[in-house]
């Protein structure tokens, strides 16, 4: 492998200035990378970056987790992901995150696989996920976890094994009609080829009666076995009163396959078998490509699901260790780090902090917890350490309730008629009226000749163009907007955001960055360093704010740093004391009112949308600082597209009404649209009232959103977002950034122009073939070579059509 | 021409033994995944893996609590 002094010798990435090692040839971006690379080398894996190079992938940086994964030694872990094999085998299932070409699978098995007592290693690059079988005795699961870590794999139990079993039980089914079907249609189509050619050569009676009979029975699987799919897709249509795409499908197919047998039997006239396999194996094709595609957006979206902690910490006797959140019951007590997810419903016990509680009440704006607090499940602690004792788990805390919310929401959703489904309806109508009139047109000249045509006329009209149109159109748009970012759930999304209708976002993390920053500075910049070194103290996320604003300066010295809770820090810079905190706490500390400027700018407009920190010393105010949650950059060109498509845009926010309507305005959002402080059940129930008048959906990233994602027509997830609003959205944006929203609706726009394209053509084909078959012009032959050819425009215009990710 | 009646059956029957090897297969979960094996395939000359068997002794009661699937 050759060594670019200047890239990363793992990743690939250019290496930073400060990184650079000289007279090393190795050199290395960060420090994930650098152990990374030791491992691997120490292990003679060095093949990997060979077979890498070989298929000319680059590797990315790696951020090591440094996790112990003692929890997967849990016995509650193992009994709820692992299954026992043997008596000396257990096999597991762990979702890898970092998998992202050929060479990860190498390093992957090779890695886990000379461990001592890990039998088996099976790697799914498609889902990344892989299987492990392994002897409990000799080696500990928590061990494979670390040494696929350590190369920079960290893993994850793979969650809803269940719904994977009865998803591959599915897939397999419709494959091994798929299968059936295409050995049926490639051995009929031979016998029709001798069948035709014995039709130029004189074929004798006997040999031709022979073939015949043949194809019968072989198309006979075909036509009961593998098309039975669509006979019960008409029936349940049927019964349903709504007109699908599969009942001019089974009546072309039945009508074929009868009037074949007949003449087979009566030995005259057509058979049709040939063309029947045909159409029978592509439909199922077509319908096997679009479940593979939206199989491959669920499984990239449970990847993310699987990324949510699935652990807590729990206290035990005065010993914390890691368990599976599942195990915890109410009584226990667990301790909760900054950064992490607080996993229970409970009260504080021990520690002060500030919870970002956004992802349930939209409040941008961090709350102050201490001894004695409630807490939800779900939020996220931001600064200290805290014990909650737990009060509620699972289902029976506030985010679990909102989730049966959205289980309700997602069984109630209305499926809508497909534009396919709506052209069959008349399509049957008219075929069938054509079809007498056909009768109708011979009964008089003969009327054997009467039923031919008729039965000619519904096999070249039986839609196999029309029924590949839609799934084929939107598989391809599907696989497409996944490699741009955009991962589609659902079918039918695509065409249920073409329709226009109102768009409603979520604000705090989704119009807006979900973080706070210093948007306005009045007073001396000299403060600016000193503010800088003393927020440095603090994991608040206000001080985070003001960290990542103000100029730093090295030569800044303090001493005495204190934080008060809910309030602000004091600090001694040289001989002068300095306070920076919210008003309340520096006017405490500083006694007497405020000069008019601080009055003026505390109660100016728009006071409610940001947060004001003041800066003191020797008990005056020297500066204030106004920090907001910014809009996000790109959502102002995102909110004009949509509008510009057609598309009436809101706000639903669990904030206060003037923090939304501040936004709103920035956004050029009218006003009557911006709607705040709702709660997880009244924005639902407003996306409920609004579905009554228009199309509606839903644009949010918070467990608050997630009922009105699963009740809006569309609900999309934005990224980041909570484990909740994942499953309850149809689409998600694996990719940070708003502005994904714009493309996903204009590709879908275009989409949808594409199927009315398909559709045109196919229809455009059984035209030609009704006009045929009325007037007696066609036979089998013409029909055999109509279809595939009707069928192949279909599929060449949706693979060729440019949907996402096309510039304008 | 009559030797297609014993031709034809014969070719059915060889068809209807590769239909069944291909059920078989799907069933046996040898589709389910058209990707990893693809890659797989390339690394398998790489020296023959070191054939294991679980002969150590139980370390401790790290598996109790697991459902026997």
Request: proline letters at 4%; one cysteine or more; hydrophobic letters at 45%.
């Amino acid at each position: 492998m050759t060594i670019n002094p200047h890239l990363c010798s793992h990743c690939g990435l250019v290496v930073p200035t400060a990184f650079l090692q000289a007279n090393n040839p190795l050199q290395f971006c960060c420090q994930g990378c650098e152990t990374v690379y030791a491992v691997i080398h120490e292990q003679g894996l060095d093949r990997y970056y060979a077979l890498r190079g070989d298929a000319n992938e680059t590797g990315r940086p790696v951020k090591l987790s440094g996790r112990t994964y003692a929890e997967f030694d849990e016995p509650s872990f193992l009994a709820l992901y692992a299954q026992r094999r043997t008596d000396e085998l257990i096999s597991v299932h762990l979702y890898l995150q970092g998998i992202h070409c050929a060479a990860c699978l190498w390093l992957v098995e090779r890695v886990a696989s000379t461990m001592d007592g890990v039998i088996d290693v099976r790697l799914d690059i498609g889902r990344s996920s892989v299987h492990i079988t392994y002897a409990p005795a000799v080696v500990r699961l928590s061990h494979i976890a670390q040494r696929l870590d350590s190369v920079g794999y960290p893993s994850h139990p793979f969650r809803g094994a269940d719904r994977e079993f009865l998803r591959r039980k599915e897939d397999r089914a419709l494959l091994m009609r798929i299968g059936v079907a295409g050995a049926v249609a490639g051995n009929v189509m031979l016998l029709a080829l001798a069948l035709y050619s014995g039709m130029f050569s004189d074929m004798e009676a006997e040999y031709s009666s022979f073939f015949r009979w043949v194809s019968l029975v072989v198309t006979l699987p075909s036509v009961l076995w593998s098309a039975s799919v669509f006979y019960r897709g008409a029936w349940a249509g049927l019964r349903a009163r709504l007109l699908h795409m599969d009942l001019p499908i089974s009546i072309g197919i039945l009508t074929g396959f009868v009037w074949g047998a007949y003449n087979t039997i009566v030995g005259r006239g057509e058979i049709y078998f040939d063309s029947l396999a045909v159409l029978v194996f592509l439909l199922l094709v077509g319908r096997w490509l679009q479940q593979r595609q939206k199989r491959r957006a669920t499984d990239a979206t449970e990847l993310f699901f699987a990324l949510a902690p699935s652990t807590a910490r729990l206290v035990d006797n005065g010993i914390v260790r890691d368990v599976p959140i599942e195990s915890i019951t109410p009584g226990m007590v667990v301790e909760v780090r900054p950064g992490d997810f607080i996993p229970v419903d409970g009260d504080v016990t021990d520690g002060t902090s500030a919870v970002d509680c956004a992802v349930l009440t939209g409040e941008a704006i961090p709350v102050w917890v201490q001894a004695g607090d409630k807490v939800n499940a779900g939020t996220t602690n931001v600064s200290g350490r805290l014990r909650i004792v737990a009060t509620g788990t699972g289902e029976q805390t506030r985010v679990g309730k909102l989730l049966l919310l959205v289980e309700e929401a997602m069984r109630k959703k209305a499926p809508i008629v497909a534009m396919a489904d709506r052209i069959s309806a008349y399509f049957v109508a008219v075929v069938l009226v054509l079809a007498a009139v056909t009768i109708a047109m011979w009964w008089s000249t003969d009327v054997g000749l009467a039923i031919d045509h008729a039965v000619a006329l519904l096999i070249v009209t039986c839609p196999c163009a029309l029924g590949l149109a839609t799934p084929l159109a939107v598989s391809a748009a599907i696989g497409k907007a996944a490699r741009h970012g955009i991962l589609i759930k659902g079918e039918d999304v695509l065409e249920r955001l073409a329709r226009k209708g109102t768009i409603w976002f979520d604000k705090t993390g989704t119009l807006t960055e979900g973080r706070l920053s210093v948007s306005r500075w009045v007073g001396d910049d000299k403060w600016k360093p000193i503010v800088r070194a003393m927020e440095n103290h603090s994991g608040h996320p206000i001080a985070r704010g003001l960290v990542a604003g103000l100029p730093e300066d090295p030569t800044v010295v303090l001493s005495n740093v204190r934080e008060t809770f809910g309030g602000g820090l004091e600090a001694d810079f040289g001989r002068q004391k300095v306070i920076v905190g919210n008003p309340n706490f520096v006017q405490a500390r500083c006694g007497g009112a405020f000069p008019d400027w601080v009055t003026q700018l505390l109660d100016g407009p728009r006071a409610e949308a940001k947060t004001t920190v003041l800066v003191a010393s020797e008990g005056i105010v020297r500066a204030a600082i106004e920090l907001t949650d910014p809009v996000r950059h790109d959502a102002v060109d995102c909110v004009r597209s949509l509008e510009t498509a057609g598309y009436q845009i809101g706000i639903l926010s669990g904030d206060d009404e003037r923090v939304v309507s501040t936004v709103g305005s920035q956004l050029a959002i009218s006003p009557e649209r911006c709607f705040g402080r709702q709660t997880p059940e009244q924005k639902l129930e407003h996306i409920r009232r609004a579905a009554k008048q228009t199309n509606t959906f839903m644009v949010g990233d918070g467990v608050n959103d997630a009922g009105a994602l699963a009740e809006a027509s569309v609900g999309i997830g934005v990224h980041g977002g909570a484990e909740a609003c994942l499953t309850a959205a149809d689409v998600y944006l694996a990719r940070d950034g708003i502005a994904l929203v714009a493309d996903l609706v204009e590709g879908s726009r275009r989409t949808m122009r594409v199927i009315r394209r398909n559709v045109l053509f196919a229809l455009s084909y059984n035209l030609l073939g009704v006009v045929l078959s009325m007037t007696g012009l066609i036979n089998p032959m013409i029909a055999a070579i109509l279809m595939p050819f009707s069928s192949l425009t279909v599929v060449s215009s949706s693979y060729k059509a440019k949907t996402f990710g096309a510039k304008p | 021409m009559s030797v297609l009646y014993l031709v034809l059956p014969l070719a059915i029957l060889l068809v209807g033994t590769a239909v069944f090897a291909f059920v078989w297969s799907v069933k046996n979960g040898q589709m389910d995944d058209l990707e990893s094996p693809a890659i797989r395939m390339l690394y398998d000359d790489e020296g023959a893996k070191v054939t294991k068997s679980p002969s150590r002794q139980t370390q401790d009661g790290a598996t109790d609590g697991i459902k026997a699937r």
